[in-house]
């Protein structure tokens, strides 16, 4: 026999789920923080892993939820490393949110979940390297050729698993109206 869901309102189950993602962000987050650096790459970069968490909230949810995530996860940088961390985070959490959500938006959907993993990675780090370069020396534009590879292969990285995880998250989401996938 086949379980119903609670009942609850949508608004509800709306405000429940992106409770979840928001969770979710977190909890990779803090655990991409324990990962050790990438040799070569600038420090503090990381793989991006905490992002399919904004990735499939800008689809599924909407912009106001997806950026509140991205948001949350810049606050908890702060808490938890400082306020570079905070800045960087924000910085490249908010600009990768918008592009990905309006690459979800653009008429005909020329992006997968690949295509979508790349450009939000590839804007992700302009982002945080135009941060890096006002709080230190614009000398960190040498690291570009090293955030272009490693933007693509961590895009390519979160757009497979976010298309692998996608459907248990369709299963727990508050319901497919207005889902940009």
């Known amino acids: 026999m086949k379980k119903d869901r609670l009942n609850l309102s949508h608004s509800t189950r709306f405000v429940a789920f992106n409770g979840l993602l928001a969770a979710l962000a977190l909890a990779l987050s ?13 420090p ?13 909230a800008a689809g599924a ?8 995530i991205a948001v949350l996860k810049g606050l908890f940088a702060g808490m938890t490393r400082g306020v570079t961390a905070m800045l960087m985070s924000l910085s ?39 941060i890096a370069a006002l709080l230190t020396t614009p000398a960190v534009a040498w690291y570009i050729p090293w955030l272009i590879v490693f933007g693509v292969v ?6 497979l698993v ?20």
Request: charged share 10%; aromatic share 6%.
């Open 30 to 42: 803090a655990l991409e923080g324990m990962l050790p650096p990438i040799p070569m790459l600038p």
């Open 92 to 130: 490249g959490g908010v600009l990768s949110t918008l592009v990905m959500w309006l690459l979800l938006h653009k008429k005909g959907k020329p992006f997968g979940m690949v295509g979508l993993g790349v450009a939000g990675a590839l804007s992700h780090n302009a982002a945080q390297l135009c």
């Open 44 to 56: 503090g970069a990381k793989l991006g892993i905490s992002n399919l968490a904004t990735m499939y």
């Open 162 to 181: 976010l298309r692998a995880v996608m459907p248990f998250l369709d299963r727990l989401g508050p319901g497919s109206e207005g889902a940009g996938f």
């Open 61 to 68: 949810v909407g912009l106001g939820p997806a950026l509140c």
């Open 154 to 159: 961590s895009g390519i990285l979160t757009g």
